[in-house]
């Protein structure tokens, strides 16, 4: 039988395609492996039924900025909350900040003082997710109007200390809280929680990370929840930038450190300078962590600081280096979203969590621009040092992972400079 080259064409072509068919058909299921810890995640946001898919969705409608999302072995609901007002890049200065929401009691006095962007990570293992979200809801619909206005919130937790349900948070955030019911961060002791009864440490780099990276403007003051800022940082940083363009003829990276202090137990917190002197004076203020790590906190100049009176607006008081004197300095400061990430290797306590971030910027030759006016004060009571044996044990695993594991990495991947250590 003879075939003309287009019926043998056809032929070939339609064995190929058998062969294709078969393959496709008998060959095994492929089942993608996924981590038990995370599989009830993906569980609920998996649209295998309409019914099913709707509920999942339905939850979340409060807020379209909402992401849900991995970061290493952690999930993290960013946005779980947006603040009413949004900010262009070089409209503010967000304060980032973070914690567990036993200290949420903290955001009403910070915010009267900042009263501008804020971004707050919470730690949220477990129930404490709940209460988590109670504590917001409760802030934004029973303090100050300020909340509602500009702080945003992100809550995090590890894979396997996942909660057991997550609250719809569509129905929560379109009610209204019953303002005469306290909120989980008064009723519920720190020792209580369900990061503290599972003994977990606190991840205060992730918390760090989370925040800065997720603000909306260029402009970013990474702090902790309990340190008050003094009056006005915002609009007269903003104006000695504009004015001095000094982001624009600087030769080296920079950021504009603060000074911090503590205030007695029962003092008022200072909001300008000038009232910050008196207290020094008085002795009703100290410098930050006097008593508890002196060097960690001891800044260039400082001794000149105090003694300069209060001026109008805002300047550089003087450009310091984190090496010699200062070397263990860890500067809190006014950078921007580019400045170095914290190590997210690091816990709250094992300590020493800003120093790796204090290296870079060290090696990297960044000029600390020193404000004349601005600072921090704690929540009132003054820090003094108590051995936690307990604590003891993460201070010595952190030193050894520092100076055994990350210290090599960073001098392979920032270099070496003479002064500056970790």
């Known amino acids: 039988m003879n075939f003309s080259n287009s019926n043998r064409f056809m032929v070939i072509l339609c064995c190929c395609a058998l062969v294709v068919f078969i393959y496709i058909f008998f ?209 007269n940083f903003l104006e000695m930038i504009n004015k001095s363009q000094i982001i624009f003829s600087n030769k080296n990276p920079m950021v504009f450190p603060l000074n911090l202090f503590e205030v007695e137990k029962d003092a008022n917190i200072p909001g300008t300078k000038t009232e910050l002197l008196i207290m020094l004076k008085d002795k009703k203020a ?39 004197p200062f070397a263990k300095w860890e500067p809190i400061y006014i950078g921007t979203k580019d400045d170095p990430i914290y190590d997210e290797r690091l816990s709250w306590e094992g300590k020493s969590d800003k120093m790796t971030q204090g290296y870079i910027l060290c090696v990297k030759d960044y000029d600390m621009m020193i404000l004349d006016n601005a600072f921090l004060v704690h929540k009132p009571g003054i820090k003094v040092f108590k051995n936690d044996p307990g604590r003891n044990v993460h201070v010595y695993n952190t030193a050894n992972l520092i100076n055994n594991v990350i210290k090599k990495e960073l001098e392979i991947l920032f270099g070496v400079k003479e002064g500056c250590i970790i």
């Open 27 to 235: 060959q095994p299921k492929c089942v993608e492996k996924v981590d038990p810890y995370n599989y009830w995640l993906l569980e609920k946001l998996n649209m295998k039924e309409k019914n099913e898919s709707e509920n999942v969705t339905n939850r979340y409608l409060h807020n379209p900025l909402l992401r849900i999302q991995q970061r290493g072995e952690y999930w993290v609901f960013y946005n779980l909350l947006t603040s009413k007002r949004t900010f262009a890049q070089f409209e503010s200065i967000t304060y980032t900040t973070h914690g567990d929401f036993t200290f949420l009691d903290n955001l009403p006095p910070l915010l009267e003082r900042w009263r501008g962007p804020i971004g707050v990570a919470l730690y949220a293992p477990g129930d404490d997710f709940k209460s988590s979200v109670d504590s917001i809801h409760y802030l934004r619909d029973c303090t100050t109007y300020l909340i509602e206005e500009y702080v945003t919130f992100h809550v995090f937790f590890k894979g396997e200390h996942h909660p057991k349900e997550i609250p719809n948070l569509n129905e929560v955030f379109s009610s209204a809280y019953n303002c005469s019911i306290d909120p989980s961060f008064k009723t519920i002791n720190s020792e209580k929680t369900y990061k503290a009864l599972n003994n977990l440490t606190y991840p205060v780099n992730v918390a760090r990370n989370i925040a800065k990276e997720s603000s909306q403007t260029y402009f970013v003051l990474a702090s902790d929840i309990e340190l008050y800022p003094s009056l006005n940082i915002i609009e």
């Open 286 to 324: 100290i410098n930050f962590h006097q008593y508890v790590c002196a060097a960690c906190h001891n800044t260039p100049k400082y001794s000149e600081w105090i003694d300069t009176k209060e001026t109008e607006g805002l300047n550089v008081f003087h450009v310091g280096k984190r090496f010699g």
